[in-house]
């Protein structure tokens, strides 16, 4: 006799996946609002790729879009302090960058 092992709903799956996506999108858009200069060109058009992007249930992908939340988490914090962190804040759009490429290698 064998056991059975109950795993989650492809739709259970893919609403999380939305909710992950959702929020990501919400942080980035207070990041494009604290953001200035050429800064805020490119926490943009980081906002704009996370916001069209889709659910998925592949893993390593929602994997990726928690790593971009903790990133664009991070992003809020440090543009939240002011000046002096403007070069850590680029750091984190440059790593925010890898994340998002890493994520949609996964689903294309």
Do not use: H, W
Request: proline fraction near 2%; hydrophobic fraction near 40%; charge should be neutral.
């Amino acid at each position: 006799m064998g056991f059975c092992f109950s795993s989650p709903k492809k739709k259970d799956v893919l609403a999380d996946s939305n909710q992950i996506l959702a929020d990501n999108a919400r942080v980035l858009s207070v990041c494009v609002e604290l953001a200035e200069g050429e800064l805020r060109k490119n926490v943009e058009r980081l906002y704009d790729a996370v916001k069209y992007m889709t659910p998925t249930t592949i893993a390593g992908a929602i994997q990726a879009d928690k790593k971009i939340g903790a990133l664009a988490g991070d992003l809020k914090i440090v543009l939240s302090k002011g000046e002096r962190t403007l070069v850590k804040a680029a750091d984190i759009v440059g790593d925010l960058d890898t994340a998002i490429v890493e994520r949609n290698s996964y689903t294309k």
